[in-house]
């Protein structure tokens, strides 16, 4: 996947729905909605802005919801958002989805972009989008 490139709707969630081993596209859509909504909680200003601008419109339009986090969650309570906000899932089951959509963010934005996004993250967000950094 190239990055820096707008990814379709179908390719996004072709990507998700492979690398989470979901037997429907639904599935992936659901999974792709709620961690993007959880994850534009999380973002502020220009990074947030040129991260929509790389989704798939509906996904920029569920990333720019005017939901604010009180508070940054560590990856772990980002995981038990995640399940608690999918009907049936469990915290493993959560970290699949956290995990096949957040790596696919990540190739669709490219290292620096991610940079900036994981700066704006509590630290161990890198291993949520696959992208382990250097300590």
């Known amino acids: 996947m190239a990055a820096d490139v707008t990814l379709r709707w179908e390719a996004f969630l072709d990507y998700v729905q492979e690398r989470g081993k979901y037997d429907s596209r639904q599935e992936a859509e659901r999974a792709s909605r709620v961690v993007l909504a959880l994850l ?14 790389r989704l798939p ?10 939901l604010h986090s009180a508070e940054p969650l560590s990856p772990e309570r980002f995981v038990r958002a995640t399940a608690a ?18 790596s696919t963010v990540a190739d669709a934005v490219g290292d620096d972009l991610l940079g900036q996004i994981l700066l704006q993250l509590p630290g161990g967000y890198d291993l949520l989008f696959g992208r382990p950094q250097p300590t």
Request: aromatic share 8%; hydrophobic share 55%; no cysteine.
């Open 85 to 102: 906000w999918i009907e049936g899932a469990t915290e493993q089951t959560a970290a699949w989805d956290v995990s096949a959509v957040l």
């Open 57 to 66: 419109e509906d996904f920029a339009l569920i990333l720019l919801n005017p």
């Open 40 to 53: 534009g909680a999380h973002l502020v200003g220009e990074v947030r802005a040129q991260l929509a601008a």
